[in-house]
Nanobody, 128 residues
């Protein structure tokens, strides 16, 4: 079992920054987890934001956040992060961290149903 607790959401003006954190409580160290961030705006489907691949530490980003968001992790703290810069009003959503003990699959960023473990969500609101 993997339990995830997020923090770091809030309200910010366009152009600002926020950093989200996700702490994992698990028998598995996060160095052996596929890690991700998704978001869901009101009335919209859940969409993938970023993935950090176990082992290779390769990162994948949605086109809408490339160059603005950065996923990273701290293995010692069993925590990973989503640094969000140059925020836009369209980034407003509930953000969820997610993880799996399997290696990241191709297309996992577009398949929220693939992921078994989810945090409770943290709200990010960007005003213009």
């Amino acid at each position: 079992q993997v339990q995830l607790v997020e923090s770091g959401g809030g309200s910010v003006q366009a152009g600002g920054s926020l950093r989200l954190s996700c702490a994992a409580t698990s028998l598995w160290p996060i160095s052996r987890l596929c890690l991700g961030w998704f978001r869901q705006a009101t009335g919209n489907a859940r969409e993938g934001v970023s993935i950090l691949h176990w082992g290779s530490d390769t990162t994948t980003y949605a086109d809408s956040v490339k160059g603005r968001f950065t996923i990273s992790k701290d293995n010692a703290k069993n925590t990973w992060y989503l640094q969000m810069d140059s925020l836009k009003p369209e980034d407003t959503a509930m953000y969820y961290c997610t993880a799996d003990t399997r290696r990241c699959q191709d297309g996992a960023l577009s398949r929220p149903t693939w992921w078994p473990y989810w945090g409770q969500g943290t709200q990010v609101t960007v005003s213009s």
